[in-house]
């Protein structure tokens, strides 16, 4: 309740009734579909009895999982491999990636994939849109949208704002369009017998996943999403012993990802990502120093200014609700004199999203549970062979094999989207 209404400056929920009957709910008792709840899932992450908790998906996947005739595709979010060691007994952001593959093919997923390289669609997509509509002074500042609880916030209380977010899809909704339409063709596999389950550190990516809009031709880009947290669950119905898994790798052709895509789960690392593309393509330039310092760590509004070429571009990235609403007041009074900004619904980004391992007060209050699973991720990015997400070689191959360029129409079939203002749903 605290943390909705202090941190996230929602207030969806509150203590409604009297004496004994008083309990913690919504305005009237109203669905969270229909009050101004984002799904940001911080709720759960802070409640202090554990009474709060997602709306579970694991049957529907075990069902899936058994049925011959479906092939079931699992795709990991880049934060996942940071925090489910976590939920066996591992050091905070630790970094499992082999594990969770190998789990996951135990589990009995036909592929595994690796949602990094959604996001480096994402980047493709969003650092392509930014450079038009910088040029042609369209709707500045462009604000990232690969958050859905930031996506539904700015539709309830900030439609006016709308023509300001990218168009892009979110990472895993991308990434589904792509196996359902490039891989299913490649392999011949029927996209209709596809499931794709997307382990995502966030809850609004469940809502985000049955929004009407999310499909291509009928065909869902997603079926499923589950938590970190229900990953380690189904982990451990499955009697797995995750430590000893040996390490496996992701399924090719759609298991290569860069750097910039790793970087995605941390509060600024989708801005950092999009800049070292948008950077080459105003330029033509190879960008010689990577790192965007600037718009790293734990402050909750970072601002800069890049220059790039002979021109300025000043940035803004803000990770909270409650700082997401101080730029966005910005933008509706005409004081924000950014070009592009960076907006994450979780205190973090997606390391610290409302799907990850729950961490008690205590340990809250002793470790920096943030900076030890951002660490991880920098280093991942660091260790990579390609950290540029337009230098992405399956991707390059699967823009000029199948989608075309960037931004043009395929592309926009397949990896855009719409809004649509939801001041209606306010209580
Ligand atoms: S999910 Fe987020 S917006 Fe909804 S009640 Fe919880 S903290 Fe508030
Ligand atoms: S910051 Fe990440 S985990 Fe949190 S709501 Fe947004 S996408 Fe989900």
């Not at 950290?387 to 990896?415: F, Q």
Request: net charge negative.
């Amino acid at each position: 309740m605290a943390t909705c209404k202090n941190v996230q400056n929602i207030g969806a929920i509150d203590c409604i009734g009297r004496g004994f009957e008083s309990c913690i709910s919504t305005t009237y008792d109203h669905s969270l579909n229909d009050v101004n709840c984002t799904f940001c899932g911080q709720c759960i992450e802070s409640c202090p009895t554990g009474a709060l908790h997602e709306k579970e998906n694991i049957n529907d996947v075990w069902a899936k999982l058994k049925d011959p005739d479906t092939f079931v595709v699992a795709q990991t979010a880049p934060s996942i491999r940071v925090a489910l060691g976590e939920e066996f007994g591992m050091e905070i952001g630790t970094n499992v990636t082999g594990k969770m593959v190998s789990a996951l093919k135990a589990l009995g997923f036909d592929k595994v994939f690796d949602t990094n390289t959604g996001a480096d669609f994402t980047i493709m997509e969003e650092a392509t849109e930014f450079v038009k509509r910088f040029k042609g002074n369209d709707n500045l500042p462009m604000t990232t949208s690969c958050c859905p609880g930031w996506v539904r916030f700015a539709e309830m209380e900030y439609p006016e704002n709308l023509p300001h977010l990218s168009s892009c899809k979110s990472p895993h909704q991308m990434f589904g369009a792509v196996i359902k339409s490039y891989y299913a063709e490649k392999n011949n596999i029927d996209p209709s017998k596809i499931y794709v389950v997307s382990v995502m550190p966030c809850i609004a990516k469940k809502y985000e996943s049955q929004r009407e809009e999310m499909q291509v031709d009928g065909i869902r880009d997603v079926d499923s999403v589950i938590t970190t947290r229900e990953l380690a669950r189904m982990i451990k119905q499955a009697n797995i012993e995750f430590d000893k898994l040996e390490d496996e790798v992701f399924d090719n052709p759609m298991g290569e990802a860069s750097g910039a895509g790793a970087i995605f789960g941390v509060t600024g690392g989708v801005m950092e990502a999009a800049l070292r593309t948008a950077y080459e393509l105003m330029t033509g330039e190879e960008l010689q120093k990577l790192e965007f310092e600037d718009v790293r760590g734990a402050k909750g509004i970072k601002k800069a200014t890049i220059q790039i070429g002979d021109k300025e571009v000043k940035v803004a990235v803000a990770h909270g609700l409650g700082n997401a609403r101080k730029i966005m007041e910005e933008i509706k009074n005409g004081t924000a004199d950014y070009s592009f900004v960076e907006i994450m619904a979780c205190p973090g980004g997606c390391i610290m999203g409302g799907g990850q391992p729950i961490k008690n007060a205590k340990t809250r209050m002793t470790v920096d549970v943030r900076a030890k699973r951002a660490a991880s991720m920098y280093s991942i990015d660091e260790r990579s062979t390609i950290r540029k997400s337009h230098e992405n070689p399956i991707l390059k191959k699967i823009y000029k094999d199948y989608i075309g360029k960037p931004g043009e129409h395929r592309a926009h079939e397949l990896l855009h989207t719409y809004y649509t203002p939801m001041k209606e749903y306010r209580i």
